[in-house]
Every structure is written in structure tokens, then in C-alpha cells.
């Protein structure tokens, strides 16, 4: 059996359309739509089209302060039937964001039960209830006085209002966001009092128009409902002025002494918008990746009593100033919130600067106070002709009631009293209606002393008609109105980023010992510390003018020392050549007896790597010599600029740099080896290069020997060297003959037959060790020094390794 035939006609009619006519047509329409009757709020209310019915039909519905709450499904009903037929969903959504207090500056909705969190949706609305906000009665005040217009619903059977009076200055307050089709808004919420005050500053200045400086004297940034740290720059002032751009916004938080050996981060206040589960569930995600090192926990201790408290526990003895670090780069408690300041102005989408924003709302008010007052002039002139019609028939009592008495019906009387006492109309049928207790002494009165205060408003009115000065006289009243009733205290702390360097650490108030203390930095008192590092690799610091606490070991002594204030980075020099880079205020503090935090949990370090010296302020050039007899001078500014970690000096294998230290033109350099040989030249014989650069040979070395010190000399500097087996010898540099670069240089020490090396050295200006050293020549340490040869690894280091030690601690490097 034969399948099925194919068609032959598909259609008794094809027209052919052009696709861009299609478009045109059918997608514009749809593009218009949605922005101008969905996502982008009107610029003189602030609302989009739903939150505005919400709030009109809360109103109509009598939701006011002070009544009854009802229940949200009601208001939505109300809503979806009479005014936006475009789902339920959307209509609770909105109204629920108008309740939060996270999400508004000044909530236009009171809610009652659960509305949601950052991190939880709200309850269906068959179980809350809400009503309308004190503040939200400013936003609908006047309505009934023609002061905007009505326009008819999607039905024609009823009105509604085209945009609201809004007292409030909603949109630069609560900020608004929304996706349209090709474009979108997101505008930073503000503190009342400082946008009020910006207003006015508007309204006075009108020629020639305040500066974008001038208004952010009054408005230094957003004030978001969460609170939080704005770093501003350049970006804001650009957003204010464009209306485009972006602006950085970090949590409050402070560190606290969990234990003697661990810290907590604890967050106080997150960046506006985000939840501290999404907080939690990325921290989390970091540790498992191993993207975030130096966190044992994370926990919400969240309450209603505390507000927010997020506490980040570290590992024992991690620097939790270097695991925040981590913290704002990679995690959401750094965000960026870009603004796009796009409204409908006479219902076209334009993107608005600050003072374009209060334009339009001062725009909006003096038209609203235009209509109100011609609003109330009208029914005022009404009431004032009302008022001589019934005057004028109480001063005619007898003839009027005569009138009455003899007309047959009420229009032979209506027109007899228009026609004996020149009446209208209006004012005879008021007479007719008037009632005879108005026929007293003192109703007679009453009638004469509303006369005089209705015509003394009229009077008003007409006066503020007649006058724009008037009217923006009655603007900035209102506005003072508004602050004393609804302004708050600014939320959310305003730091520059040049005083903020690159972090925004605040402190709580009653912030632990151990808290990094920045507020007093941003106000300008900028404090400098002195930055060690010790022989066993610890990094600390401790303000000049703190005292020093520091418990130093038996055998940990100062390697380095640098003083910076807290804002400044400090570099170290490991014996693989690469450059560590650290702001100051990243490193711990010495306190309750710390010598700080080691090198290795601040840092990520090869196996065996060590630091060999730490640098403050990019000075004068760096000498770099390795332990092959290599040396390099390296220009100051390519220590400062290269990136942290990477190399500044080319090494063998298995060469290592033995000493770091400054090299300034002029200076002289001793390299010491381990057959005793110490080498006296120029600093000047090595050109100072950049950090890509290879070294070239600075001392030349015997078979099987080593560079085991380095330094910087001048008159005065002693050599101090220790062999193998204990012995010390320290030689005044006066003694060593200056030589030419790349030569053996000098003996200095006779090594005895049990003795093979010289195990330690040391350069550098000091007359103490010298005066203690010189008259002896062994100093000792707390074993005796064998008198037989034992050249086992750990009879060989140790006495040096500790008498090098004693010598350091006797000299100027000390706790």
C-alpha cells in the first residue's frame, strides 16, 4: 500500500515581508513596552509602573499607618485585577522589596511576618500582611488635590496616576534597578539628609549650576541600607557626572584574639546586597579548591540582639591580616555595584547625572505645588462665593424668608432670589439649603470670620502663584519636614582610596587588642613601624612609639630591620633570588610577647627557601652577592617594581644568594669566603642594572669554597668570622686591603688543623662587637669548644651558628 502523497500547495495566499519592516512592527513595540511600562522607573516619583499601583491601591484600600494590617494576597488581588495584569508573582516580588530594610533606604511597605533575607525568599502572601509606610504616605499626600494626572488602566474603566506627588525623593533615596530590552538601570541608594541638602543646594544655585565637586561636598557617595565601606575615586565623580559607572564596596570587619596563637576575622557588615550564606558557600568552595589557604572555619553567629557577625577562624600562627587580603580579592565580601543612572524623562529612557537627577525632582515638586495650590485656589474661591451668597441673605433675612414663603415651588424661589439680591445660581441654592440655625448671632459670625480666612488664603495662593521663588521657598520647607521626620545617621562608611591604599579594614568600636587600627589612618594620622625580621624566619611589626613586648628565643635574634609607615610595602630578599612584597600593615604585630608570624605562613616558599634580608623605602641601589662569588647591584626602582615573587637576580643551579643590602654610590663592599679570604672593593665597579639582568663576578673563590657573608662597609665596620669548630676572629675593615673586583681578595684567619672552614661571617658597623671580640680570640658559647677534631654535621654547625647569634645580639641587632 503507497504511502501518503507530499502536499503540493502549502498555502493559497503567500505574502512576502521584509524582516527589518517584521521587526519594526511587532519587536519595537514590544521593546517600548517594556521599558517604558516595566523596568525603568519614571525620574520623578522613582517608581516603575508596578510599585506605583501597589502604593496607589494600598492607599485607596486605606492601608494606612496606624490601621490594621491586611493580608498581602488581598493588595495583589486588588492590583492584578484593577491595574497590572501581568501575574502575581511579579506584584508580590515588588511589594516585598519596598518592605525590606536591606534593600531600601526608606521602606514605602511595613510588612508583618516573613518578607525574606538576602538569603531566603519571602513567605507566600497568603501569610503576610503589610500596610503602608509613614514614609509612604509622602509619596501619595495630594493626591486628590489634581496634582498629577490620571490616566485611564489597561481596561478603560478606571484612572490612575501617571506618576505619584513623591515628597520623598525616591529615586536618589531607594535607588532603583531593572532590565529592559537593550538597556538597563542600577542606581545607588542615598541618605536622605545628604540628598535633601544636595536639593537644596540645587535650588538655590541656579546660576551658574553647582560643579559635580560642589554637589559631593554634600554627597560624598551612596549610603547603602547594609552599611558597608565605599572606597571612592575617579569612577564616582565620572557617575555622578555621566551617570555611568562604578564604585567599590567592602564589608566592615575587624580581627579578634581567638587564642594565643589564633585569630578570627569577624564581619560586621557586608556589601549591599549580598548574604552571608553566599559569603560562607564561597569560602568554602575556596578551602576545598585550595585557592584559599590559612581558614579552619567559617560561621554565621548572625542573632537579633548582634545584627550580623560572621566570624572567619584561622589556622594557629597564620596572619589573618594576610588571609583578609585573600578575602576582598576572592570573595564577595569586595563587590563592584555599577551605576547606570537610566530613567524615563516624559516617558523617553536618558541616562542622568546627580545634578540632572534633582533637577527633575525639583522640576516635578514646583509643578506639583503649582497644581496643589491652583487646586486649592479653586475650591477656595468657591467656598468665598459660597460665603458672601449666605452673608448676603442674612443681612436680607426678612426679604429672603418673605421670598420663600411666597414662591410656589423652589425654582419660582430660586429665581426670585437671583433676580431682589443679584445672586448666582450657586449662592441661591445654598440659601435654600441653608439651615436655621445659621440665622443665630454667632453662626452669623462664623459665616464673617471664614470669610476672612478663606479670602486671606486666597490671597496666599495667588501670591505663590505669582512667585518662583515662593514655590522653591515651599520646596526646601517640605524638604526640612521630611528630613526631621524619616533621616537616619549615613550607614555606610566613605573612604578614599588614596588614604584606603588598597584595603578597607574598619574597626569595630571596642575592637580587641590585636585589631589593626585604621580609621585613625584614614583621618590622616598615619603611623610608622619598625618591621623585623629574625634569624629563624619570623616577620613582625610594632609601632614606633608602642613598647616592646617581644620575648626574643635562645637562639633568635634580628636579621633585618626596616621602618615604613603602615601604608607603605616592604620587600624581602630570599636566598632564591625572588622578591617577597608586603604592605606593612599585612604584618603581624609583636604583641603579648610575639616576635611576629613566620615568613612561611605568610608567604608561599620553595623547600629550604629562606629570606635573607628585608627592605623598606626604595633608596639608594641593592648589592645582591650569591653564594658562587656573583654579585649585582640592582637600581632601587626595579626592587619596587617588580611583581611579588618573581626573580631579581639570574642564579645557577644550585646557587643561592648569601646577602641583600644597600649599595649606595660611593660605598665600599666586603665579601667574606669560607677559606677565610675577604675581598674590599668599589660599589662603583658594579653597574647598576635592572632586574632582568644578570650578576657578574664579584670575588673570585678557591676550589670548593663558598661566599658565606656580604656587606656594606665604611670606616669603623668590623669583619667578625667563626670557623667550623668555634673560633672567632674579627678583623677592622681598615686592616683588609681595598682590591679590584673579581680578584681573591685577602687572608684573614689562619685555620688550625682540626678547623676546615670558616662556617659563619658578618659585616657591618659595629664597635661593640669589636671591643667585646678583639681581646680574646674565641668568645665561647654554652658548650666548651672540643679540643679534638669532630666534624660531625651537627658539632660543626651548631657552635658556629651560635656564636654567630651571640655576636648579632651583642651588636645593634636586637630585640
Not at 633608596?619 to 617594581?641: C, M, Y
Amino acid at each position: 500500500m503507497a504511502g501518503p502523497t507530499a502536499p503540493t500547495t502549502i498555502a493559497r495566499e503567500i505574502h512576502e515581508i521584509d524582516v527589518a519592516d517584521e521587526m519594526r512592527d511587532s519587536f519595537m513595540p514590544y521593546a517600548l513596552s517594556v521599558t517604558t511600562a516595566r523596568a525603568i522607573p519614571d525620574v520623578r516619583d522613582g517608581l516603575k509602573p508596578v510599585q506605583r499601583r501597589i502604593l496607589y491601591v494600598m492607599d485607596d484600600l486605606g492601608l494606612r499607618p496606624g490601621t490594621p494590617f491586611r493580608k498581602s494576597a488581598g493588595v495583589v488581588g486588588e492590583v492584578m485585577g484593577k491595574y497590572h495584569p501581568h501575574g502575581d508573582g511579579a506584584i508580590y516580588e515588588a511589594m516585598v522589596r519596598m518592605g525590606q530594610n536591606f534593600a531600601m533606604s526608606v521602606p514605602l511597605v511595613e510588612p508583618k511576618g516573613n518578607f525574606g533575607s538576602l538569603d531566603d525568599p519571602p513567605a507566600a502572601y497568603r501569610y503576610t500582611e503589610a500596610r503602608l509606610s509613614p514614609a509612604a504616605m509622602t509619596m501619595v499626600t495630594g493626591i486628590d488635590e489634581n496634582t498629577v494626572d490620571l490616566v485611564p488602566n489597561f481596561d478603560g474603566e478606571r484612572t490612575e496616576p501617571a506618576c505619584l506627588p513623591a515628597l520623598l525623593p525616591n529615586l536618589l533615596v531607594n535607588g532603583a534597578s531593572g532590565i529592559a530590552v537593550g538597556m538597563a538601570t542600577n542606581m545607588a541608594p542615598h541618605n536622605l539628609s545628604e540628598i535633601c541638602s544636595v536639593l537644596r543646594l540645587v535650588l538655590r544655585q541656579r546660576r551658574p549650576k553647582p560643579t559635580i565637586a560642589e554637589l559631593m561636598a554634600h554627597v560624598p557617595g551612596p549610603d547603602f541600607p547594609a552599611g558597608g565601606v565605599v572606597i571612592v575615586d575617579d569612577g564616582l565623580a565620572e557617575a555622578y557626572e555621566t551617570g555611568r559607572g562604578t564604585v567599590r564596596i567592602r564589608a566592615k570587619a575587624h580581627i579578634e584574639p581567638l587564642t594565643a596563637r589564633r585569630d578570627g576575622i569577624v564581619v560586621t557588615e557586608l556589601p549591599y546586597m549580598v548574604g552571608p550564606e553566599r559569603v560562607q558557600a564561597k569560602i568554602r568552595e575556596l578551602v576545598a579548591s585550595g585557592r584559599l589557604e590559612g581558614v579552619a572555619a567559617v560561621n554565621d553567629l548572625s542573632d537579633r540582639n548582634h545584627g550580623l557577625r560572621l566570624l572567619i577562624e584561622t589556622k594557629p600562627g597564620v596572619n589573618a591580616h594576610a588571609v583578609l587580603e585573600s578575602l576582598w580579592s576572592l570573595t564577595p565580601i569586595e563587590d563592584t555595584f555599577g551605576i547606570n543612572n537610566v530613567a524615563l524623562v516624559d516617558g523617553v529612557p536618558r541616562q542622568l547625572g546627580l545634578l540632572a537627577l534633582c533637577e527633575h525632582y525639583i522640576a516635578h515638586r514646583l509643578d506639583v505645588i503649582v497644581r496643589r495650590t491652583q487646586y486649592r485656589l479653586d475650591r477656595a474661591t468657591e467656598r468665598e462665593h459660597i460665603l458672601a451668597g449666605l452673608l448676603v441673605a442674612l443681612d436680607n433675612i426678612d426679604a429672603v424668608i418673605a421670598i420663600i414663603r411666597g414662591a410656589e415651588n423652589v425654582a419660582a424661589a430660586r429665581a426670585e432670589l437671583m433676580t431682589r439680591l443679584d445672586l448666582t445660581e450657586i449662592q441661591a441654592n445654598h440659601i435654600l439649603d441653608m439651615q436655621l440655625r445659621r440665622l443665630t448671632a454667632l453662626e452669623t459670625q462664623r459665616l464673617r470670620d471664614e470669610l476672612a480666612d478663606v479670602r486671606e488664603a486666597i490671597d496666599g495662593y495667588r501670591k505663590i502663584l505669582a512667585s518662583d521663588a515662593r514655590r522653591r521657598t515651599i520646596v526646601e520647607r517640605e524638604l526640612d519636614e521630611l528630613v526631621e521626620q524619616f533621616a537616619v545617621p549615613r550607614r555606610t562608611q566613605i573612604s578614599h582610596r588614596d588614604e584606603m591604599a588598597s584595603s578597607a579594614l574598619a574597626v569595630g568600636e571596642g575592637s580587641a587588642e590585636g585589631t589593626l587600627d585604621l580609621e585613625r589612618d584614614i583621618n590622616g594620622d598615619e603611623r610608622t613601624s619598625l618591621v623585623t625580621l629574625s634569624t629563624s624566619g619570623l616577620l613582625g611589626r610594632r609601632h614606633e612609639e608602642d613598647p616592646l613586648n617581644a620575648k626574643p628565643g635562645r637562639h633568635d635574634v634580628l636579621l633585618a630591620t626596616a621602618t615604613a609607615s603602615d601604608f607603605d610595602v616592604v620587600h624581602l630578599v630570599t636566598d632564591r633570588g625572588r622578591v617577597l612584597r608586603t604592605e606593612v600593615r599585612s604584618v603581624p604585630e609583636m604583641l603579648r610577647g610575639s616576635r611576629g608570624a613566620p615568613v612561611r605562613e605568610m608567604f608561599s616558599l620553595a623547600r629550604g627557601e629562606q629570606p635573607v634580608a628585608l627592605f623598606g623605602h626604595a633608596g639608594a641601589p641593592i648589592a645582591l652577592v650569591t653564594r658562587t662569588g656573583v654579585a649585582k647591584r640592582l637600581d632601587a626602582g626595579s626592587l619596587a617594581s617588580v611583581r611579588s615573587g618573581n626573580t631579581v637576580i639570574s642564579l645557577g643551579d644550585g646557587d643561592r644568594v648569601v646577602a641583600a643590602f644597600d649599595a649606595p654610590d660611593g660605598s665600599e663592599l666586603a665579601l667574606v669566603s669560607t677559606t677565610g679570604h675577604v675581598l674590599r672593593f668599589g660599589a662603583d665597579a658594579l653597574t647598576v642594572r635592572g632586574h632582568g639582568a644578570a650578576g657578574v663576578a664579584g670575588i673570585k673563590l678557591r676550589a670548593d669554597s663558598t661566599v658565606v657573608a656580604a656587606g656594606s662597609v665604611s670606616f669603623g665596620a668590623v669583619v667578625v668570622l667563626v670557623t667550623d669548630e668555634g673560633a672567632v676572629k674579627v678583623t677592622e675593615i681598615s686592616d683588609i686591603p681595598s682590591r679590584g673586583r673579581g680578584t681573591a681578595g685577602s687572608p684573614t684567619v689562619k685555620l688550625a688543623g682540626f678547623e676546615t672552614q670558616v662556617a659563619y661571617g658578618w659585616v657591618g658597623l659595629n664597635r661593640q662587637v669589636a671591643a667585646i671580640v678583639a681581646p680574646h680570640d674565641d668568645i665561647g658559647s654554652p658548650d666548651p669548644v672540643p679540643q679534638r677534631p669532630d666534624l660531625s654535621p651537627t658539632r660543626r654547625n651548631g657552635p658556629a651558628k651560635h656564636i654567630a647569634e651571640r655576636i648579632l645580639a651583642l651588636g645593634e641587632y636586637r630585640f
